[in-house]
């Protein structure tokens, strides 16, 4: 594999991070097998699968292994939390440098289409369909902290709790870690008196549009972060459209396009 491209798509410092989170490889008390290919061979080779947006048997034959190691790796990688920590660990980075800013955060939501797999359903904004749903939370910098993944007829308020509950204990610059934003800020979808009263009894504040009572327009100031990051996790073309058929799967890549947003982000 060319060492151009693996410094593109795994570079030093994400690669150290990985091999902190990675299970050792399983050994053979038999014996024998193939040659178990280098982690940071098959890191490459999932990214850039995430990043292209191709299926795993259309992995260029310039990375040296098969798209079934590829994706058996994948796999494995999914079932240990592998992605989940590496996120937790791009956050610790962020927040130890003071790069996510608590002060107030928002939350969106984009549905794709899913051609099999649970977690699908009937999407109503595009003529019942079949899709899932990502749902994710922002930082006022507009990078994303938690990310969750739904059937597409889920009601987006059904998710805030999960995406709050979701935000993993992440370091500061000073004093202890943290994992509830200052503020929130959500449009009228979100408009329920148990959810003002749930984010309320843990000390976030929030604002929105109330239903029949204002307009969301005044809100479009600060939650047209979350609207930008939505064409950044596009960025992972895999996303465009659901392949998966286990939601852990498409969980797992809508992880890496969100660490991979948070890793790529110049330090202040």
């Known amino acids: 594999m060319a060492a151009a491209l693996v410094e593109r ?11 902190r ?6 050994e053979r008390p038999q014996g024998g097998g193939h040659r178990r290919r280098g982690n940071r061979e ?41 992605w989940a920590r590496l996120h937790r660990l791009v956050l610790d980075e962020l927040g130890a440098r003071g790069d996510l800013d608590w002060s107030r955060c928002a939350i969106d939501s984009v549905s794709v289409r899913a051609l099999k ?7 109503p904004t595009d003529r019942g369909k079949k899709g899932s749903k990502i749902h994710l939370m922002v930082d006022r910098s507009g990078l994303p902290p938690s990310v969750g993944i739904s059937a597409a007829n889920l009601h987006d308020s059904q998710a805030l709790a999960p995406l709050v509950r979701g935000i ?3 370091g500061s610059r000073r004093g202890p870690r943290r994992r509830r934003p200052g503020k929130q800020h959500r449009d009228k979808g979100y408009d329920y008196r148990h959810l003002r009263r749930w984010l309320s009894s843990r ?56 660490t991979l947003i948070r890793h790529r982000r110049p330090a202040n």
């Open 9 to 19: 798509l795994a570079p030093d410092d994400l690669w150290d991070l990985f091999q």
């Open 21 to 26: 989170v990675v299970p050792p490889a399983p």
């Open 42 to 82: 098959v890191l490459t080779a999932i990214i850039f699968v995430a990043t292209s947006g191709c299926t795993w048997n259309q992995l260029p034959p310039g990375f040296g292994l098969s798209g079934v190691t590829a994706f058996r790796r994948f796999s494995e990688w999914s079932e240990a939390r592998v």
């Open 117 to 123: 797999g649970q977690l699908t359903g009937p999407n």
């Open 168 to 170: 993993p204990p992440i």
């Open 203 to 258: 000390g976030i504040r929030h604002r929105l549009a109330r239903k029949g009572v204002e307009s969301s327009r005044r809100l479009g100031r600060h939650r047209w972060v979350v609207e930008r990051t939505v064409p950044w996790l596009s960025g992972c073309r895999r996303l465009h459209r659901r392949y998966e058929r286990k939601p852990e799967h498409f969980l797992a890549f809508t992880t890496i396009a969100a």
